[in-house]
């Protein structure tokens, strides 16, 4: 999942970035994350020189450095995002969220403040685990990437978020069917049948629909409903009929009548 988030958060971000005029480019080569009192011009452009050497922790500290010592400036609102956004690259996660938030919280009528919200949603989509994991994380970019797609819907940025939200339910959808079949080893026919049904219920449209069918058709004969083993075989049919995961919930079926 990582490949896809990255690029475009960092194309989306190419507009933020612009060095202050009239300063020194070698400024930066001298700039440290200690604190020393600076103008804005030489701090802002340390911070935009170790961004563009791909010094991604260095420079957010800078960008912090600006909001920091020139609070009331012009370019402390943009040092903010640019913060998130080396965070970002950094990999620093959290950092790049707490960094967002804040300027949410500061901002939140801001022109950037679709970005900072989408920010936000792809630094939880970057730390998506294995489904063997768990999925608390998944399901804070799920509702974050959800929260840009309901309050900024006609936004390139909620054009982006759609789509990893599909990848996002697709994997949760994994997660509910990982458990489901151990469940299902185990023969603990109804706790199965709990995950197998939310599949088909909170996750109908994912790639998993037709197998948790499937196993629900096997649960429920197994727990002596075959009327509802017959139901969820028929949705199979009618929606995926040339699976083979219908082929095998009819031959179950059909093995059972007989």
């Given at each position: 999942m990582r490949k896809i988030a990255r690029p475009i958060a960092i194309a989306i971000a190419a507009i933020l970035v612009a060095p202050l005029a009239g300063c020194a480019s070698n400024s930066a080569n001298k700039a440290d994350t200690k604190y020393v009192a600076r103008d804005v011009d030489t701090l802002y452009n340390a911070a935009m020189e170790r961004?563009?050497?791909?010094?991604?922790?260095?420079?957010?500290?800078?960008?912090?450095?600006?909001?920091?010592?020139?609070?009331?400036?012009?370019?402390?609102?943009?040092?903010?995002?640019m913060s998130a956004f080396?965070?970002?690259?950094?990999?620093?996660?959290?950092?790049s969220i707490q960094s967002s938030q804040r300027f949410l919280s500061i901002h939140p009528g801001n022109k950037d403040a679709p970005y900072a919200l989408y920010l936000i949603g792809v630094a939880y989509y970057e730390q998506i685990?294995?489904?063997?994991?768990?999925?608390?994380?998944?399901?804070?970019?799920?509702?974050?990437l959800g929260e840009v797609v309901r309050r900024y819907p006609d936004t390139r940025y909620a054009a982006d978020?759609?789509?990893?939200?599909?990848?996002?339910?697709?994997?949760?959808?994994g997660k509910e069917m990982e458990i489901g079949r151990f469940y299902e080893r185990r023969r603990d026919?109804?706790?199965?049948?709990i995950r197998f049904r939310k599949?088909?219920?909170?996750?109908?449209?994912?790639?998993?629909?037709?197998?948790?069918?499937?196993?629900?058709?096997?649960c429920y004969l197994a727990l002596g409903v075959p009327e509802e083993a017959k139901k969820a075989a028929a949705v199979l049919g009618a929606n995926y009929p040339g699976s083979k995961w219908y082929?095998?919930?009819?031959?179950?079926?059909?093995?059972?009548?007989?």
């Open positions: 961004l563009d050497n791909g010094q991604y922790k260095i420079a957010a500290v800078l960008f912090d450095e600006v909001e920091r010592q020139h609070p009331y400036s012009a370019w402390a609102r943009r040092a903010q995002l080396s965070y970002y690259l950094a990999r620093q996660y959290r950092e685990q294995d489904v063997t994991r768990d999925q608390k994380i998944t399901q804070q970019a799920l509702d974050s978020a759609r789509l990893k939200m599909d990848l996002v339910r697709d994997h949760l959808g026919w109804l706790a199965a049948t599949v088909v219920d909170e996750y109908q449209t994912t790639t998993h629909t037709p197998e948790a069918l499937m196993r629900l058709t096997e082929e095998r919930a009819y031959e179950l079926v059909q093995k059972h009548a007989a």
